[in-house]
Each structure stands twice: as structure tokens, then as C-alpha cells.
T-cell receptor, first 118, second 111 residues
Framework: DAGVIQSPRHEVTEMGQEVTLRCKPISGHNSLFWYRQTMMRGLELLIYFNNNVPIDDSGMPEDRFSAKMPNASFSTLKIQPSEPRDSAVYFC????????????????FGPGTRLTVT | RKEVEQDPGPFNVPEGATVAFNCTYS??????FFWYRQDCRKEPKLLMS???SGNEDGRFTAQLNRASQYISLLIRDSKLSDSATYLCVTSMGTGFQKLVFGTGTRLLVSP
């Protein structure tokens, strides 16, 4: 079975450019999460969706970041304009959410997008 | 203060050794707890959930102390393949989907 798919795997861009990261969750999963990982701050949740609806975006660092989930099989994280401090690995994760099932809380991570902003 | 704190290590141990990692969390509203494993330049993967009564999965044992807000992971008979970073994780929020990660403890198992 295909896991979470992310593209691109690596992105190098110049400061001020727009960056779009893409994610395809595991088929059948109804929750999607965007994380950012840096050496200094570790893994941080940016935003998550249930059934394509944003539930909590309190981790989004600032207005330069935006995320969308137009359908159950696709999500984007956009940074505009990008800055060198945005350099990090961005992970997308998905899970099957059901209040009654503890096992629903397991999140499956994609391979990540390594972003470098120069 | 970070919500989830771990000793970053690295812990250098020989094969066959027993090693223990500890983690403390600050938010008493945390309801679910996990250990994730992350290999170098890879994505995190769930190692095991942590139950109040403690739980064991093969060579791995996890313990939770809610009163002290403390989680532990014990690895017995360490293998070379256990070398990785171990992330302590709590969850909160609606449906407890909001995972909060520690920065991880690095384990190096040597021959």
C-alpha cells in the first residue's frame, strides 16, 4: 500500500520566492497534519485538517504560511514570500480519526520535503 | 519551558545492553502518550503507545507516571538496528489529535 506521498522531496529556493509543498494522504484517512522539523525546535505541528476542514492552525508561524485541503486526497502548504529561517524539513502525516478508536490516533508520516531558502 | 523535555543524548551503548530514556511533560491536560522512532533523515514512525498501566512490546517497555508527569522507555538487549532518535510524544486537543513532540534522545548502539 502507498504511504503518505510528499513532493517535492527537496526544494532549494531564493528568499522572497513562493514555495508550494504537496501532500497526498493515505487513501481512506480523514485527518491530515503538516509539521515542520528543525534542529533547534524539533518537530512542530503547523496545522491539521479533519475531513478537509482546518481544525487548528495555531502552529502556523505567520501570515506568510497558508495551507489548503481542497479534497480528501490532496493538500498544499504554501510559503509566500519565503525566508531563510523557513529552511527546515516539512512533514505531512495522515490518520484515520474516530473518537471511539484509540488506534485512530496513530499518524503516518510522509518522507518529508527538505526546504532550503537561500 | 518546553512542553515535552528529553535528554538529547547521545546515549552510546554496546550491543546487548539495557538502556532507559526518560521524558517529562508540562501540560497536565495531556491524555495520550507515545514513543516514536526516527532514523537519520527519515520520517518519524510510531514505536509504541504508553498506557497508564505500563506496557511491553518485545524488548521495549514503556511506563507512564501521571502524578510526576513522567514517561520512560526501556530497551533491553540493544541491537545495532536500535540506533535512532527516540521521540517522546504527548497528545491533546480535540480528539487528542494534536501531537506535541520532544526534541528526541539519540541512541547509538555499537558492536
Amino acid at each position: 500500500d502507498a504511504g503518505v506521498i510528499q513532493s517535492p522531496r527537496h526544494e532549494v529556493t531564493e528568499m522572497g520566492q513562493e514555495v508550494t509543498l504537496r501532500c497526498k494522504p493515505i487513501s481512506g484517512h480523514n485527518s491530515l497534519f503538516w509539521y515542520r522539523q528543525t534542529m533547534m525546535r524539533g518537530l512542530e505541528l503547523l496545522i491539521y485538517f479533519n475531513n478537509n476542514v482546518p481544525i487548528d492552525d495555531s502552529g502556523m508561524p505567520e501570515d506568510r504560511f497558508s495551507a489548503k485541503m481542497p479534497n480528501a486526497s490532496f493538500s498544499t502548504l504554501k510559503i509566500q514570500p519565503s525566508e531563510p529561517r523557513d529552511s527546515a524539513v516539512y512533514f505531512c502525516a495522515s490518520s484515520l480519526f474516530s473518537r471511539g478508536l484509540f488506534l485512530s490516533y496513530e499518524q503516518y508520516f510522509g518522507p518529508g520535503t527538505r526546504l532550503t531558502v537561500t | 519551558r518546553k512542553e515535552v523535555e528529553q535528554d538529547p543524548g547521545p546515549f552510546n551503548v554496546p550491543e546487548g545492553a539495557t538502556v532507559a530514556f526518560n521524558c517529562t511533560y508540562s501540560n497536565s491536560a495531556s491524555q495520550s502518550f507515545f514513543w516514536y522512532r526516527q532514523d537519520c533523515r527519515k520520517e518519524p514512525k510510531l514505536l509504541m503507545s504508553v498506557y497508564s498501566s505500563g506496557n511491553e512490546d518485545g524488548r521495549f517497555t514503556a511506563q507512564l507516571n501521571r502524578a510526576s508527569q513522567y514517561i520512560s522507555l526501556l530497551i533491553r538487549d540493544s541491537k545495532l538496528s536500535d540506533s535512532a532518535t527516540y521521540l517522546c510524544v504527548t497528545s491533546m486537543g480535540t480528539g487528542f489529535q494534536k501531537l506535541v513532540f520532544g526534541t528526541g534522545t539519540r541512541l547509538l548502539v555499537s558492536p
